[in-house]
């Protein structure tokens, strides 16, 4: 079945960058855009940006311009969302969440697990 | 990009039927059949229940329909259930021109 893996939690100190990795299987990874999530505790669902893995081209929120760089490795069938720069506030689950058709407006699924990335000195 | 507006809490009883709204700041929501809706129920992974408006994915339960009139999507529950209690999220798609989405602020509904 169609299914995104997602890499485990991580810990990074203000100012470090973290890599969160999600493994794709149960379909052609080139085929559907791939958007990361992020839900900080108590708080709403964040987009993020989105990917298009057969192109690796890219549209970021506003807000993450220039601190988050989404990228893919079509040989293993992973995307990657590197945030930098990292604060408290970026502490929260991070998911990703596969394109459903081809079409933008048809909405994710399936999600990745999710991967709590919390910053703290 | 335009906000969205959506109520902090709905609650019903019961096999009753309760409306969420979602209220696009500018044109986006109006202009363009993409708002979509997600479940997300606590400990659990977001699930899409509905797409483009008023399309209800396979596995989505059918007591969900979508609708929508000028800038305000609206999700229906029918018949609430226990297991319906959980935030809902509207997010729009601006179109072919910013490639951006937004999410609302989400809506708590509690089955009373």
């Known amino acids: 079945q169609v299914q995104l893996v997602q890499s485990g939690a991580e810990v990074r100190k203000p100012g470090a960058s973290v890599k969160v990795s999600c493994k794709a299987s149960?379909?052609?990874?080139?085929?559907?855009?791939i958007n990361w999530v992020r839900q900080a505790t108590g708080q709403g669902l964040e987009w993020m940006g989105w990917?298009?893995?057969?192109?690796?081209?890219?549209v970021y929120a506003q807000k993450f311009q220039g601190r988050v760089t989404m990228t893919r490795n079509t040989s293993i069938s992973t995307a990657y969302m590197e945030l930098s720069s990292l604060r408290s506030e970026d502490t929260a689950v991070y998911f990703c969440?596969?394109?459903?058709?081809?079409?933008?407006?048809?909405?994710?699924?399936?999600w990745g697990q999710g991967t709590l990335v919390t910053v703290s000195s | 990009q335009s906000a969205l507006t959506q109520p902090a809490s709905v609650s019903g009883s019961p096999g009753q039927s309760l409306t969420i709204s979602c209220t696009g700041t500018?044109?986006?929501?109006?202009?363009?059949?993409?708002v979509s809706w997600y479940q997300h129920q606590p400990g659990k992974v977001p699930k899409l229940i509905i797409y483009?408006?008023?399309k209800r994915p396979s596995g989505a339960s059918s007591r969900f329909s979508g609708s929508q009139s000028g800038n305000t999507a609206s999700l229906t529950i029918s018949g609430l259930q226990a297991e319906d209690e959980a935030d809902y999220y509207c997010?729009?798609?601006?179109?072919?021109?910013?490639?951006?989405?937004?999410f609302g602020p989400g809506t708590k509904v509690t089955v009373l």
């Open positions: 969440a596969k394109m459903r058709g081809a079409a933008y407006s048809s909405g994710w699924a399936p």
């Open positions: 149960g379909y052609t990874f080139t085929t559907s855009d």
């Open positions: 990917m298009n893995p057969n192109s690796g081209n890219t």
């Open positions: 500018n044109s986006d929501v109006e202009n363009y059949n993409l």
């Open positions: 483009e408006a008023n």
């Open positions: 997010c729009s798609y601006g179109g072919d021109i910013t490639f951006l989405y937004v």
